[in-house]
Protein backbone atom coordinates (compact mmCIF):
# COMPACT_ATOMS: atom_id res chain seq x y z
CA UNK A 1 0.00 0.00 0.00
CA UNK A 2 1.59 3.29 -0.88
CA UNK A 3 1.29 6.65 1.28
CA UNK A 4 -1.22 7.95 -1.06
CA UNK A 5 -3.50 4.95 -0.86
CA UNK A 6 -3.07 5.12 3.04
CA UNK A 7 -3.76 8.74 3.09
CA UNK A 8 -7.15 8.85 1.73
CA UNK A 9 -8.21 5.21 3.30
CA UNK A 10 -11.43 5.11 5.04
CA UNK A 11 -12.37 8.30 3.14
CA UNK A 12 -14.98 8.64 0.93
CA UNK A 13 -15.16 11.26 -2.09
CA UNK A 14 -17.68 13.53 -0.58
CA UNK A 15 -15.06 14.01 2.27
CA UNK A 16 -12.35 14.37 -0.10
CA UNK A 17 -14.52 16.84 -1.83
CA UNK A 18 -15.39 18.57 1.39
CA UNK A 19 -11.69 19.07 2.56
CA UNK A 20 -10.66 20.46 -0.64
CA UNK A 21 -12.96 22.93 -0.26
CA UNK A 22 -12.10 23.84 2.87
CA UNK A 23 -8.52 24.20 1.87
CA UNK A 24 -9.20 26.17 -1.07
CA UNK A 25 -11.25 28.43 1.19
CA UNK A 26 -8.21 28.69 3.98
CA UNK A 27 -6.15 29.91 0.55
CA UNK A 28 -8.42 32.42 -0.39
CA UNK A 29 -8.42 34.11 3.49
CA UNK A 30 -4.50 33.78 3.02
CA UNK A 31 -4.47 35.63 -0.10
CA UNK A 32 -7.27 38.20 0.83
CA UNK A 33 -6.84 39.57 4.49
CA UNK A 34 -5.18 42.58 3.73
CA UNK A 35 -8.49 43.64 0.98
CA UNK A 36 -9.44 46.01 4.39
CA UNK A 37 -6.02 47.58 4.32
CA UNK A 38 -2.44 46.62 6.13
CA UNK A 39 -3.52 43.72 8.95
CA UNK A 40 -2.11 45.43 12.55
CA UNK A 41 0.12 43.10 14.69
CA UNK A 42 -1.63 40.70 16.27
CA UNK A 43 -5.08 41.13 14.89
CA UNK A 44 -6.31 38.11 12.62
CA UNK A 45 -8.65 39.24 9.75
CA UNK A 46 -10.87 36.92 7.62
CA UNK A 47 -13.27 37.85 4.29
CA UNK A 48 -14.51 35.26 2.08
CA UNK A 49 -17.62 33.58 0.34
CA UNK A 50 -18.78 31.34 1.53
CA UNK A 51 -21.90 30.38 -1.50
CA UNK A 52 -22.64 32.24 -3.78
CA UNK A 53 -25.15 33.97 -1.60
CA UNK A 54 -23.19 34.20 1.88
CA UNK A 55 -19.91 36.35 2.47
CA UNK A 56 -18.32 36.48 5.89
CA UNK A 57 -16.13 39.20 7.50
CA UNK A 58 -14.31 37.73 10.54
CA UNK A 59 -11.75 40.04 12.81
CA UNK A 60 -10.01 39.09 15.96
CA UNK A 61 -8.10 41.62 18.28
CA UNK A 62 -6.99 42.45 21.74
CA UNK A 63 -8.43 46.03 23.14
CA UNK A 64 -6.51 48.49 24.82
CA UNK A 65 -7.65 47.05 28.01
CA UNK A 66 -6.03 43.16 27.07
CA UNK A 67 -9.65 41.98 26.61
CA UNK A 68 -9.85 39.66 24.14
CA UNK A 69 -12.63 40.56 20.99
CA UNK A 70 -14.13 39.46 17.72
CA UNK A 71 -16.25 40.29 15.19
CA UNK A 72 -18.06 38.25 12.61
CA UNK A 73 -19.92 39.60 10.07
CA UNK A 74 -22.39 37.88 7.61
CA UNK A 75 -24.12 39.25 4.63
CA UNK A 76 -26.38 37.65 3.00
CA UNK A 77 -26.87 38.76 -1.25
CA UNK A 78 -30.55 39.03 -2.23
CA UNK A 79 -31.84 40.02 -5.66
CA UNK A 80 -32.48 43.33 -4.91
CA UNK A 81 -30.59 43.78 -1.14
CA UNK A 82 -27.79 43.13 0.30
CA UNK A 83 -28.68 41.79 4.68
CA UNK A 84 -25.75 42.00 7.50
CA UNK A 85 -26.01 40.87 10.98
CA UNK A 86 -23.62 41.19 13.51
CA UNK A 87 -22.57 38.66 15.90
CA UNK A 88 -25.70 36.74 15.23
CA UNK A 89 -27.73 40.08 15.92
CA UNK A 90 -30.86 40.97 13.50
CA UNK A 91 -30.31 41.34 9.94
CA UNK A 92 -30.74 44.57 8.12
CA UNK A 93 -30.29 46.50 5.09
CA UNK A 94 -26.95 48.00 3.93
CA UNK A 95 -27.15 51.73 3.04
CA UNK A 96 -26.05 52.67 -0.09
CA UNK A 97 -22.64 53.66 0.90
CA UNK A 98 -21.80 50.10 2.97
CA UNK A 99 -23.45 48.33 -0.03
CA UNK A 100 -21.15 50.68 -2.19
CA UNK A 101 -17.71 49.23 -0.18
CA UNK A 102 -19.51 45.72 -0.34
CA UNK A 103 -19.60 45.58 -3.96
CA UNK A 104 -15.44 47.22 -4.04
CA UNK A 105 -14.07 44.50 -1.35
CA UNK A 106 -15.94 41.57 -3.28
CA UNK A 107 -14.45 42.76 -6.45
CA UNK A 108 -11.08 43.25 -5.06
CA UNK A 109 -11.63 39.61 -4.00
CA UNK A 110 -12.60 38.27 -7.01
CA UNK A 111 -9.78 40.02 -8.47
CA UNK A 112 -6.90 38.87 -5.52
CA UNK A 113 -7.75 35.10 -6.07
CA UNK A 114 -7.62 35.12 -9.88
CA UNK A 115 -4.36 36.21 -10.27
CA UNK A 116 -2.74 35.25 -6.64
CA UNK A 117 -4.21 31.43 -6.27
CA UNK A 118 -6.41 30.59 -9.79
CA UNK A 119 -4.06 32.57 -11.80
CA UNK A 120 -3.53 30.76 -15.55
CA UNK A 121 0.09 29.40 -15.47
CA UNK A 122 1.42 28.88 -19.37
CA UNK A 123 4.37 27.23 -19.63
CA UNK A 124 7.27 29.66 -20.78
Known sequence: MNIFTQFFKGTNSEERKQA????????EVEVTRDIFGPVPKGVRREFFCLDKHTWVWYEEWTDENGQPRQMTTRYIIRPKEILKSQN??????????????FQKATQSYYHKIKTHLYADKKPA
Open 20 to 27: ILQDLMRR
Open 88 to 101: GGAYRRLTIEEALN
